[in-house]
């Protein structure tokens, strides 16, 4: 596609339900990554995936939270039992190559995630 | 402890005049420097990114420039249009994407 798309755009769900968040990148894109962009603060890194694996996954807040990107294209962020402070902009992001520092990011526009 | 620290918080200006955000930093090591855009609801857009020998550079109406020594950077905008209402993020790389260090921002509004 011509950027990064995300779905849904906005999620109110029920505390303690789960949700899927979607990121599709842009085609040909092997570098995926997830941040969490909360009121008022600065975007919070939380997995990155090269190709389909996440050399690291130590930016997610709890094992509640996990992400799967298959056939190195489309990822899902789920987060299990969803608690209030969960509540936030998710934001996906896609580069070229995630191993060359100097490449731009290409952000969505994000899932606004509203927990009751 | 790896720092991004933005000032100001907020500004408002008026169309057609010019305007500097600042970047403080202190991270290590340090890889480059980004700046971006957001607009409201939307996802950050890239404008520069700077490595550690680039002291400045250009997108258009839009000048960062880098001082590594003194880890500082600013974003300076000319001619300020409506468009430019928007909140403006400096993010530096510090050697990994675990390690993108982002600033919480400038909330810029241009008023007519």
């Known amino acids: 596609g011509a950027g990064v798309s995300q779905s849904p755009s906005n999620k109110v769900t029920e505390k303690g339900k789960d949700v899927e968040l979607r990121c599709d990148p842009i085609?040909?894109?092997?570098?995926l990554y997830w941040y969490r962009q909360s009121l008022g603060q600065g975007l919070e890194f939380l997995i990155y995936?090269?190709?389909?694996?996440?050399?690291?996954k130590s930016g997610l807040p709890s094992d509640r939270f996990s992400a799967e990107r298959t056939g190195g294209s489309v990822s899902t962020l789920t987060i299990q039992r969803t608690q209030q402070e969960d509540s936030a902009v998710y934001l996906c992001?896609?580069?070229?190559?995630?191993?060359?520092?100097?490449?731009?990011?290409?952000f969505g526009d994000g899932t606004r995630l509203s927990i009751l | 402890k790896n720092q991004v620290e933005q000032s100001p918080q907020s500004l408002i200006i008026l169309e057609g005049k010019n305007c500097t955000l600042q970047?403080?930093?202190?991270?290590?090591?340090?890889?480059?420097l980004r700046w971006y855009k957001q607009d409201t609801g939307r996802g950050p857009v890239s404008l520069t990114i700077?490595?550690?020998?680039?002291n400045t550079k250009s997108n258009g109406r839009y000048t960062a420039t880098l001082d590594a020594d003194t880890k500082q950077s600013s974003l300076h905008i000319t001619a300020s249009q409506l468009s430019d209402s928007a909140s403006y993020i400096c993010?530096?790389?510090?050697?990994?994407?675990?390690?993108?260090?982002f600033g919480a921002g400038t909330r810029l509004a241009v008023h007519p």
């Open positions: 992001a896609s580069s070229l190559d995630g191993r060359y520092s100097n490449q731009p990011q290409h």
């Open positions: 085609s040909g894109h092997t570098a």
């Open positions: 995936f090269q190709g389909n694996s996440a050399p690291d």
């Open positions: 970047c403080n930093y202190t991270v290590s090591p340090f890889s480059n």
């Open positions: 700077m490595t550690f020998s680039e």
């Open positions: 993010v530096v790389f510090s050697g990994g994407y675990n390690k993108l260090i």
